[in-house]
């Protein structure tokens, strides 16, 4: 659900962002130019996925 609220359902909006897990944390790294595109609802998704992994969430901008 992150990625179809970040993506509008475009898969190629999903090619410039990350999905990854390290340490305890749920990362969510998304494409300096489309850091337009983060905003409450994908961050609500982000932390309420990684609690039901029992994860830290973590958003970042910045190349991939």
């Known amino acids: 659900?992150?990625?179809?609220?970040?993506s509008g359902g475009v898969p190629a909006g999903l090619e410039r962002t990350r999905l990854s897990r390290d340490r305890g944390t749920l990362r969510l790294t998304v494409d300096a130019g489309d850091a337009a595109l983060l905003?409450?609802?994908?961050?609500r998704r982000v932390r309420t996925l990684a609690a039901d992994l029992g994860?830290?969430?973590?958003?970042?901008?910045g190349d991939l």
């Open 1 to 6: 659900r992150p990625g179809q609220r970040l």
């Open 39 to 43: 905003g409450e609802p994908v961050e």
């Open 55 to 61: 994860l830290r969430p973590e958003i970042r901008t």
